[in-house]
């Protein structure tokens, strides 16, 4: 597939990408940076030698003609750091550009993220608007992971991802000691996708102690597989959850990890689908724009529910994402609830109708119009 251009843009200076397998980290560096002297760690022959002699990175940086450096999947060695952080105290103007897929060995290994003089950075999956052609219903089951949009075989490339972090990064690492658990954990997670996230009701569909699923968890946002939604509560004036929700990075990994059968209806798991698509392009557009603001969900303990409640300097909105194609008076409650409390806010209501229409001033507004027009430059109310 043609290279798309994507909304990420680089930081002055040396910076750290992160980014799960398969973001296009690599195929961006490559070509935003040409010139660049690449330093692929995946390599056998490469990773066997700089994890021999770290400083051998010394050498490679001054002998090349080229002052900046991508070192690509850092957190395989990563020794290279303190060599790194050497080299720009030196202040000889290179430029370091280190990409990783997990954040694991890196904070696990008490590095110091070069102590403040490189900026991290996420790339993200896809987007809608960076596609010159979205289609929300193949999104929903395949998800926007560019490793996947460009497969002329993105079943059997979804269904192949979740092994590919088990025998080379879970299981190489030694991460966890039963692999198998493991990728039970990650079917059993699945139903967890869109939801308040219960440890308890996992660690028993697991048959595993809380304490091992919890743990089982940590790994799976070290590899960035994965992310909670913390309850809104600023300024609370009724008593809330307590517990974030759960949501896998991308759509279609979601999908490729959840069981399927007679008792596992389609629209139950096409909504959750819905949510999650909705919510990574959030997460996409909130890391992009540099807008500051984070992502949070409103839950009251007699159960209203917001969805996403996107709030910092840069705005303040509410959104209910619905599986529908008709808005019902009943679906819009939950949006003029929040809004008593929090006028202030700017309520949405995403639905996979085909009409723009404003209802008791909530702007309903079909989700594929939303997701195309979405783009860093602007915010969710100017589409």
Not at 29 to 36: G, N
Not at 272 to 286: K, P, T, Y
Not at 346 to 369: K, Q
């Amino acid at each position: 597939m043609e290279s798309l251009s994507r909304f990420f843009q680089a930081p002055e200076g040396s910076f750290f990408l992160f980014g799960p397998r398969g973001t296009g980290k690599t195929t961006w560096l490559k070509k935003s940076f040409p010139k660049a002297l690449f330093i692929d760690l995946l390599k056998a022959d490469v990773h066997r030698t700089l994890s021999a002699r770290p400083e051998r990175l010394v050498e490679m940086a001054e002998g090349s003609a080229h002052k900046i450096v991508v070192l690509d999947e850092v957190q395989r060695v990563p020794e290279l750091l303190n060599v790194v952080h050497d080299l720009i105290e030196r202040k000889q103007d290179h430029r370091f550009i280190l990409t990783g897929s997990s954040a694991r060995k890196l904070r696990r290994g008490g590095v110091n993220l070069l102590a403040g003089r490189a900026v991290v950075r996420t790339l993200h999956p896809f987007m809608a608007a960076e596609l010159p052609a979205f289609e929300l219903n193949q999104s929903l089951e395949q998800g926007l992971l560019p490793l996947v949009v460009a497969s002329p075989d993105p079943e059997d490339v979804l269904s192949a991802y979740s092994s590919l972090y088990l025998d080379q990064e879970v299981q190489f690492e030694g991460w966890v000691r039963n692999i198998g658990n493991f990728a039970r954990f990650l079917e059993a997670m699945s139903f967890s996708h869109a939801q308040v996230l219960n440890l308890t009701n996992v660690a028993r569909e697991c048959e595993v102690g809380r304490k091992t699923v919890a743990g089982y968890l940590e790994v799976l946002e070290d590899l960035l597989l994965s992310f909670r939604v913390p309850v809104f509560t600023r300024r609370a004036r009724r008593a809330t959850a307590a517990h974030p929700k759960f949501y896998y990075f991308d759509a279609g990994v979601f999908v490729s990890l959840r069981p399927k059968g007679p008792l596992d209806r389609r629209e139950e798991i096409a909504g959750a689908s819905l949510e999650g698509l909705v919510a990574q392009h959030l997460r996409a557009w909130a890391a992009y724009s540099r807008k500051k603001v984070d992502l949070f969900y409103w839950r009251t303990r007699s159960g209203v529910e917001v969805d996403f409640i996107v709030y910092g300097e840069g705005g303040f909105w509410a959104f209910e994402v619905k599986n529908g194609q008709e808005v019902r008076p009943e679906d819009l409650r939950s949006l003029k609830t929040f809004r008593q409390d929090y006028p202030e806010c700017e309520p949405i209501f995403l639905y996979r109708g085909t009409d723009r229409l404003r209802i008791d001033g909530i702007a309903c507004v079909p989700v594929t119009e939303f997701l195309r027009a979405l783009e860093p430059s602007r915010g969710p109310t100017d589409l």
